[in-house]
């Protein structure tokens, strides 16, 4: 059964972290009764992701595809750039890490709107979509596109204000989640597949791409000097209420919040049956129309779960752990978190296996992983390190991004656009949820900005996969390059 299935998956991502946090409560970090809420935050983590997954793969990818495919087929630039702008933008507001990540912004900043911070974020997205869509229409240079477009935001973020450097590259991660990877992804494979002339390097890239929109405009909002307002302290709810009562109080917004984010989407798909997907069946119809209502029961269980468990157990625990006498504690935690969250992240599993098929078995997917594992592990723990030691994340954007477009001068091109679109694969669900609240968590003992000093977390895990795959890509183009261009084993 393709539901259990799902769970299974979502089981995989989320269990792991429910044990760690088990025996770090039993044992130096007790949190006392978010430990209850936490666990029970978990089951609806996992049952409300399961479900979610289950309706994208139902409904919402098979749409996308199609869309994608027909799109392309009508040979209208104007209208396949206007269609991908505003599908980024509509499936963007959908995206449930993004309001996640908008949601812990304003935790920190109550002064920042969340309802502004998802609409630029979506803006954003749809606009590189459309530039992404047109790259493979025009065929540019991927290289050329990132490295303008990332100097870019360099030059904004020098006048941004601090407290959304963070917030922006984090946005970028944040953006290419559950929801919005598969659908985007759809559409640039459809136009890349009826494109003449095409290589496969068009295929990959789309998702490197968009995911700069938010953080431009992230970055644009800062400079425009959004206000910043310090996070009260939390109030202490009383131990009376009931587990149930805790979590049942959050539902009736949650179903309004889901309701609105996922009515611009319907009516999308409406517009797609309308004008693009005539002769639709009914039965795909339905397939698509039950996709939409198991997103939506999805999405409800699963904000549930964040907001009312995952989220307060995680800045609880950042908290207590950061207030021992030694850092360490807290580090070494963060580095566990960092390597059990991408090791068990599904898409990360995926990924793995997409290059070992593409560079023909000479990347091994179990040396990827333990790339990535490493590099996660360490960029959750440096920004731990970062906030105990009160050093700006410029010391580590800066290095991390020049490596990687340094290394783009000597990856083959597939794999400088296969790690730019894996980019944001890594950081998944966990990312946006439990490890951005433990450092929220942390920062509140550690960090001098109010809580805005965390930010970041979700950007340095997404900048990892960056040079982790390029550095595997040059490994191969010199292995391959040693038997004559066959297929080396690195």
């Not at 970028?172 to 390097?201: E, H, S």
Request: hydrophobic share 60%; net charge positive.
């Amino acid at each position: 059964m393709i539901l259990l299935d799902k769970l299974k998956e979502a089981a995989t991502s989320v269990i792991p972290v429910m044990l760690l946090v088990l025996l770090l409560h039993c044992t130096v970090a007790p949190i006392g009764q978010d430990f209850a809420r936490f666990m029970v935050g978990g089951i609806l983590l996992i049952l409300g992701l399961g479900i979610f997954l289950l309706g994208a793969e139902t409904g919402i990818v098979p749409m996308g595809q199609r869309a994608g495919s027909a799109l392309a087929q009508r040979r209208s630039l104007p209208l396949l750039l206007c269609a991908g702008m505003m599908t980024g933008f509509f499936i963007t507001v959908a995206e449930p890490d993004v309001h996640v990540l908008a949601q812990q912004v304003a935790l920190a900043n109550p002064a920042q709107s969340i309802a502004v911070l998802v609409a630029l974020i979506a803006i954003g997205v749809g606009i590189f979509v459309a530039v992404a869509l047109a790259r493979v229409v025009f065929q540019i240079s991927l290289r050329l596109l990132l490295a303008g477009f990332y100097g870019l935001i360099f030059v904004l973020a020098a006048f941004a204000g601090p407290d959304f450097l963070g917030v922006a590259f984090d946005a970028g991660g944040a953006t290419t989640g559950p929801m919005t990877v598969p659908f985007i992804l759809a559409l640039g494979i459809g136009v890349a597949a009826v494109r003449a002339g095409r290589n496969r390097d068009d295929s990959f890239g789309l998702i490197g791409i968009a995911s700069i929109g938010p953080v431009l405009a992230v970055l644009l909002l800062g400079i425009m000097g959004s206000g910043h307002q310090a996070a009260p302290e939390a109030s202490q709810e009383a131990a009376a209420v009931s587990l149930l009562a805790h979590f049942w109080g959050h539902v009736p917004h949650i179903i309004a919040e889901t309701a609105m984010a996922l009515a611009p989407l319907a009516g999308l798909f409406i517009v797609f049956r309308l004008f693009l997907l005539r002769n639709m069946t009914t039965y795909r119809l339905i397939r698509t129309c039950m996709g939409l209502i198991y997103t939506f029961i999805g999405l409800v269980i699963f904000f549930t779960g964040v907001k009312a468990g995952f989220i307060p157990a995680g800045t609880s625990l950042g908290a207590v752990l950061a207030s021992h006498d030694s850092a360490w504690i807290a580090i070494f935690t963060a580095f566990a978190l960092g390597a059990l969250a991408v090791f068990a992240e599904p898409a990360v599993w995926v990924l793995t296996k997409q290059v070992e098929d593409v560079s023909g078995g000479a990347v091994k997917s179990r040396v990827l992983l333990v790339f990535l594992c490493a590099g996660v592990a360490l960029a959750v723990a440096l920004a731990i390190v970062r906030l105990s030691l009160g050093f700006s994340i410029w010391y580590l954007l800066l290095p991390g991004y020049g490596l990687a477009f340094l290394l783009t001068l000597f990856c083959p091109p597939m794999f400088t656009a296969i790690a730019f679109d894996s980019g944001g694969v890594a950081s998944g669900p966990m990312a946006s949820t439990f490890i951005l609240a433990f450092t929220l968590g942390a920062a509140s003992r550690f960090g001098s900005g109010g809580g805005m000093d965390a930010f970041g977390v979700i950007a340095l895990i997404a900048m990892t996969p960056l040079v982790a795959i390029q550095l595997l890509g040059v490994l191969y183009a010199r292995a391959a390059a040693k038997r004559g261009g066959g297929n080396a084993r690195c």
